[in-house]
T-cell receptor, first 112, second 113 residues
Framework: QKEVEQDPGPLSVPEGAIVSLNCTYSNSAFQYFMWYRQYSRKGPELLMYTYSSGNKEDGRFTAQVDKSSKYISLFIRDSQPSDSATYLCAMISGGSNYKLTFGKGTLLTVNP | DVKVTQSSRYLVKRTGEKVFLECVQDMDHENMFWYRQDPGLGLRLIYFSYDVKMKEKGDIPEGYSVSREKKERFSLILESASTNQTSMYLC????????????FGSGTQLSVL
């Protein structure tokens, strides 16, 4: 079983839709959970991070973590064409561990 | 604006050539990383460094080496390039106490012919 599983999509939605992106993981040691966004021909950039179960909101974006189910989600409300990108989940066990474990990414297209 | 700069955006090399990929960060970060990104395989860690002259193998170090002589610079070396090393290479850096927040460069698309 892979440490992190992420549906690669592609996912295509109309502008204004609510988007749900998901990852599951198997390693109980993961403590910090991140979502990175990668535009075409660019490096990933950190979008959101959280270290606890529950929801964290930032504008149109909500990150949700369920440690008991080993499941994380990113919700995008009122999606815009500028949200079109690949979204990668990432996790780290904390402490002196430097190594993030990434999902393979989900390609999202928001159509005007 | 903080930056991670990779020396080349596109690179074409021949099989067997020695290839150097350079990365410079201006954020005084302790940690630096080299990843490769391939369709269907995602991001895979090649090597990382948590201090000058320190390095640790990632998930796929075979065929690669690294050098970190100065804090701001981290080089990836392909000793003898092969076609299966054709890939997008991404450099990243982070603070020692903020490992979750990686700053990435724009990547180098390497083609080995």
């Amino acid at each position: 079983q892979k440490e992190v599983e992420q549906d690669p999509g592609p996912l295509s939605v109309p502008e204004g839709a609510i988007v749900s992106l998901n990852c599951t993981y198997s390693n109980s040691a993961f403590q910090y959970f991140m979502w990175y966004r990668q535009y075409s021909r660019k490096g990933p950039e950190l979008l959101m991070y959280t270290y606890s179960s529950g929801n964290k909101e930032d504008g149109r974006f909500t990150a949700q973590v369920d440690k008991s189910s080993k499941y994380i989600s990113l919700f995008i409300r009122d999606s815009q064409p500028s949200d079109s990108a690949t979204y990668l989940c990432a996790m780290i066990s904390g402490g002196s561990n430097y190594k993030l474990t990434f999902g393979k990414g989900t390609l999202l297209t928001v159509n005007p | 604006d903080v930056k991670v700069t990779q020396s080349s955006r596109y690179l074409v090399k021949r099989t067997g050539e020695k290839v150097f990929l350079e990365c410079v960060q201006d954020m005084d970060h302790e940690n630096m990383f080299w990843y490769r990104q391939d369709p269907g395989l995602g991001l895979r860690l090649i090597y990382f460094s948590y201090d000058v002259k320190m390095k640790e193998k990632g998930d796929i170090p075979e065929g690669y080496s690294v050098s970190r002589e100065k804090k701001e610079r981290f080089s990836l070396i392909l000793e003898s390039a092969s076609t299966n090393q054709t890939s997008m290479y991404l450099c990243a850096s982070s603070r020692r106490d903020r490992s979750e927040k990686l700053f990435f460069g724009s990547g180098t698309q390497l083609s080995v012919l």
